[in-house]
């Protein structure tokens, strides 16, 4: 399996707190990975990093079969290349219908000429029904986003990325809030979306994080501590001390 993201020696300090310390690992084509650890393990530094919102003070990240540095790029230039980041907090318009958060999310040109004369297409139909078939969303087409359930704004985030077709997805604790049944819902959600591109989470909750069955990284004081299925991880010493607990 090829590799997609590659991250090498990341260090990153702010006001001299070691966030990320010596951080490197990959995520492969079409991966479902998960990242675990404490807090201030450095998840959300490494997201920032992805997305180019934090610059390291030294390493690199590298980007697909051409090894392109995500470090020269601001963070619109990454998104154009294909990665797509889902915030714990979904963001998204409340008083326009699941239907109009996805249309405005196609990936089509953004200019004053093109939104002047757009016309719905046939094509852009059939693509938002097909996005909102894969988040559970196809019967809520119709429905406000302000009125949809927790679990259900948090798979319409999860269709808005999709509508930009990204080939990397980092999604930050999209358990949290949910009830059973959109939690399980939202394991398939996952599994499935990785059959098309790679998908990280980042997730506190370890029932979820099983249910999931994937490859898991467990991160702390900015450095990946071990990675392997949720069972090895969990039998390791360090992991136990500073993150599972005895």
């Not at 059959?195 to 900015?222: A, P, W, Y």
Request: proline share 3%; aromatic share 6%; glycine share 6%.
């Amino acid at each position: 399996m090829s590799t997609l993201l590659e991250v090498n020696g990341i260090n990153v300090s702010f006001d001299g707190f070691k966030a990320i310390n010596n951080l490197s690992f990959t995520i492969a084509n079409k991966e479902l990975r998960a990242i675990i650890g404490p807090n201030g393990a450095g998840k959300t530094t490494f997201m920032d990093i992805v997305t180019g919102k934090t610059r390291p003070d030294s390493g690199t990240v590298l980007w697909g079969d051409r090894n392109i540095s995500l470090l020269r790029m601001n963070e619109a230039q990454i998104v154009e290349l294909g990665i797509s980041r889902k915030f714990q907090k979904p963001t998204l318009i409340e008083s326009q219908s699941v239907f109009e958060n996805l249309l405005l999310s196609l990936k089509k040109p953004r200019n004053p000429f093109s939104s002047l004369f757009y016309k719905l297409s046939s094509q852009d139909k059939i693509e938002i029904e097909f996005i909102a078939n894969e988040v559970n969303l196809n019967n809520e087409l119709n429905c406000l986003a302000g009125q949809l359930s927790h679990g259900q704004k948090q798979w319409l985030e999860i269709g808005i990325l999709l509508a930009q077709k990204p080939n990397l997805l980092l999604i930050d604790e999209p358990a949290a809030g949910m009830t059973a049944p959109e939690r399980k819902k939202t394991v398939s959600l996952l599994k499935n979306l990785s059959n098309n591109q790679s998908v990280i989470v980042v997730e506190h909750d370890m029932e979820f994080i099983k249910s999931l069955d994937c490859r898991v990284t467990v991160l702390h004081e900015g450095s990946v501590i071990t990675e392997g299925s949720l069972d090895y991880v969990s039998k390791n010493e360090k992991v136990i001390d500073v993150y599972l607990g005895r």
